[in-house]
Each structure stands twice: as C-alpha cells, then as structure tokens.
T-cell receptor
Framework: GAVVSQHPSWVICKSGTSVKIECRSLDFQATTMFWYRQFPKKSLMLMAT?????????EQGVEKDKFLINHASLTLSTLTVTSAHPEDSSFYIC?????????????FGEGSRLTVL | AQKVTQAQTEISVVEKEDVTLDCVYE???????LFWYKQPPSGELVFLIR??????QNEISGRYSWNFQKSTSSFNFTITASQVVDSAVYFC????????????FGKGTLLTVNP
C-alpha cells in the first residue's frame, strides 16, 4: 500500500525558533499534499494544500508567513513553523494523494507532535 | 461547501456490545468520497474504509460494517461485539471533486470500550 512518512515524529523547541517537518511519499508520487493541524481532543483542521512546483494554497485564517510550505518534488513537502510560540504546539499531520490513483483516497503520515516551550 | 457532522462526541460501551457511530454529511458535489478513520491514543490515523458516491452498497469487514444512505446523507459505522482494542477516536470524512478532493473531517467520536 501507499506509505507516507513524516519526520520528526515529535519535536520540542524553544519559543522563537523555527521547526521544519518533512512529509514524504515513499512508494508513490504526489502532486498534491495536504497539511492538517489537530489540537488535543479536537478534529483535524486543514491548514493548506501543498502543490508540487507552485505555491501552497492556505485555508482562511492560516498565516502564510508563519507556516511556510514547500513542495519541491513529487515525493516531498515540508512545513516550517517559523518563530514558533507555545500556541503553535499541536499535532501536525500530512497526507498525500497518489497521482496514479483516481480514487480520492488520501494517505496519511504518522503525524508530528510539536511542543514549543 | 462540505460539512461532516458526527453528533456523538463520546460513546462508552461494555465489551461485546454492538455500537453504531453516526455520520451525516453535506456536499454539492455529485462525485464524492466518504471515509472512516480510526485514531488510537498513539495519534496516527488508521484508514478503515472509503466509499464513493455512486456505490451505496453496504459493506462488512469482519466486525465492522458501514451503512451508506444517500437519501439521508448518512454514512454510519457499526462495530459488532466491540472489544477494548476498539477504543479510539473515530473520524468520518468527506472529499469531493469540487474541492479538489480536500478532506473535510467530522469532529470525531471518542469510543471507549470497557472490559
């Protein structure tokens, strides 16, 4: 089956620093990847759609300069939380769609838990 | 706009009981997909099922079964003879061609199965 890998699984950083989270599709190509954020005991909220070779599309209310997304290849998208603050602490999950499957199915990474001190 | 409603926030059952998780959706798309995911305490999302809008056949997979009814825009999930390992948050989700297949999640239902 299609596998999406996220790295790191968890990260703790100091307030003011930047953190990069990687999302890789291991055995398929993905022109589109999606980044979600999940607060404790809450649902997953779509942050942005990452498009290979072009700018990401952000959902309303998500700060583009705060959450930098780069989709440099068909198998890698990165989310950088810039100048992180404690309120950015959350569970971030990426997902990807296989360009060779027209099923609408998304494959999810394991998630990355960010704690900002 | 897409919307998924999971009215049950939390459900608690005793092992071996059957339990049904409700999901109601809204979409203007003709072609869309419905999903159920399981999220155990470890956090990862476990894919359970995908159903497209043109296939209303109910599905059974072991102790799991799904009832898709377009007439009521519902996609309910039943666990038969529940087990403690079924304890998790379950999300119903929807993606449609009109939104470039962005996945919209319901708020989730926390299922606790007690021994």
């Amino acid at each position: 089956g299609a596998v999406v890998s996220q790295h790191p699984s968890w990260v703790i950083c100091k307030s003011g620093t930047s953190v990069k989270i990687e999302c890789r599709s291991l055995d398929f190509q993905a022109t589109t990847m999606f980044w979600y954020r999940q607060f404790p005991k809450k649902s997953l909220m779509l942050m942005a759609t990452s498009n290979e070779g072009s700018k990401a599309t952000y959902e309303q209310g998500v700060e583009k300069d705060k959450f930098l997304i780069n989709h440099a290849s068909l198998t890698l998208s990165t989310l950088t939380v810039t100048s992180a603050h404690p309120e950015d602490s959350s569970f971030y999950i990426c997902s990807a769609r296989d360009i060779n499957r027209n099923t609408g199915e998304l494959f999810f990474g394991e998630g990355s838990r960010l704690t900002v001190l | 706009a897409q919307k998924v409603t999971q009215a049950q926030t939390e459900i608690s059952v005793v092992e071996k009981e059957d339990v049904t998780l409700d999901c109601v959706y809204e979409t203007r798309d003709t072609t869309y997909y419905l999903f159920w995911y399981k999220q155990p305490p470890s956090g990862e999302l476990v894919f359970l099922i995908r159903r497209n809008s043109f296939d209303e056949q109910n599905e059974i997979s072991g102790r799991y079964s799904w009832n898709f009814q377009k007439s009521t825009s519902s996609f309910n999930f039943t666990i038969t003879a529940s087990q403690v390992v079924d304890s998790a948050v379950y999300f119903c989700a929807l993606s449609g061609e009109g939104s470039n297949y962005k996945l919209t999640f319901g708020k989730g239902t926390l299922l606790t199965v007690n021994p």
